[in-house]
């Protein structure tokens, strides 16, 4: 083969590595896209709870002041 051959073989050979590290890279960027949302949901969990926690002292609170 000549040269052309031989150049147009090797920008495709660099372009299938090229293609199967962005493949990896998206992959790994989908799990760790996975993990933050469920890490967000849980701490969005944790943040409700502490609301309502609140909510329910302020109430005591008022309910305290209003009976004293």
């Keep these: 083969?000549?040269?052309i051959d031989t150049t147009i073989q090797n920008f495709t050979?660099?372009?299938a590595t090229l293609q199967e590290n962005i493949d990896k890279e998206n992959a790994d960027i989908?799990?760790?896209r996975e993990l933050l949302?469920?890490?967000f949901s849980r701490l969005e969990a944790?943040?409700?709870q502490a609301n309502s926690t609140l909510?329910?002292?302020e109430a005591q609170r008022n309910?305290?002041?209003t009976s004293s």
Excluded: H, M, R, Y
């Design 37 to 39: 949302v469920a890490k």
């Design 46 to 48: 944790v943040i409700s």
């Design 55 to 57: 909510s329910f002292l």
């Design 63 to 65: 309910f305290d002041n």
């Design 13 to 15: 050979d660099q372009d």
């Design 1 to 3: 083969t000549g040269l």
């Design 30 to 32: 989908a799990i760790e």
